[in-house]
């Protein structure tokens, strides 16, 4: 049973515009949520997390936005970039335990 | 210098063979981790270490084998490697001392088994 998930396999948007990833998870004891990038031959690089006192965290460009009752966060960037042309993938942590990924969703930002 | 090695980046082997992926990292970090990454998976879980004596299985444990040797080493390896153990391979550390667990990652190893 997927605990955390990305339902967009992938998501085209165009330069300037605002980029929307979406995440759901099932496990309300989930306390820590984070984004990873990853470029074709690179390991995934973190990017932006929030924890669950939260409700948004804000890091430049890059937003996500927590909303707890509907276990559900999103990733905002704006405006997107080509450079942002990359797999995203949500990531969930409960106290101690090891990351819970999903299966990420791939933004293509075109000139 | 990266802070997360991997070698070997590329590997084609056959099957039946043993193979060893390698681990190095020079973040003083304590975890670290093995995952793969098929396409359309995501990133699955093989082994975590929390320190050079501990040793968990994660989602898919099983065709794999690791050794902590040192705090900044952690290996992998395919005892007998099968066709469907081909992907991209991606090792991880950690820090307890940020209470948040955020991972490092390594640049991957991609392996192809014949």
């Known amino acids: 049973d997927q605990q955390v998930k990305q339902n967009s396999p992938s998501l085209s948007v165009q330069e300037g515009r605002i980029s929307i990833l979406n995440c759901d998870y099932t496990n309300s004891m989930f306390d820590y949520f984070l984004w990873y990038k990853k470029y074709p031959a690179e390991g995934p690089t973190f990017l932006i997390s929030i924890s669950s006192i939260k409700d948004k965290n804000e890091d430049g460009r890059f937003t996500v936005f927590l909303n707890k009752s509907a276990k559900h966060l999103s990733l905002h960037i704006v405006p997107s970039q080509p450079g942002d042309s990359a797999v995203y993938f949500c990531?969930?942590?409960?106290?101690?335990?090891?990351?819970?990924f999903g299966k990420g969703t791939m933004l293509l930002v075109s000139p | 210098d990266a802070d997360v090695t991997q070698t070997p980046r590329n590997r084609i082997t056959k099957t039946g063979k043993r193979i060893m992926l390698e681990c190095s990292q020079t973040k003083g970090h304590d975890r670290m981790y093995w995952y793969r990454q098929d396409p359309g998976l995501g990133l699955r879980l093989i082994y975590y270490s929390f320190d050079v004596k501990d040793i968990n299985k994660g989602e898919i444990s099983d065709g794999y084998s690791v050794s902590r040797q040192a705090q900044a080493k952690f290996s992998l390896s395919l005892e007998s490697a099968i066709p469907n153990q081909t992907a991209l391979y991606f090792c991880a550390t950690s820090s307890t001392v940020n209470l948040q667990e955020t991972q490092y990652f390594g640049p991957g190893t991609r392996l192809l088994v014949l």
């Open positions: 990531a969930a942590v409960s106290g101690y335990s090891t990351l819970t």
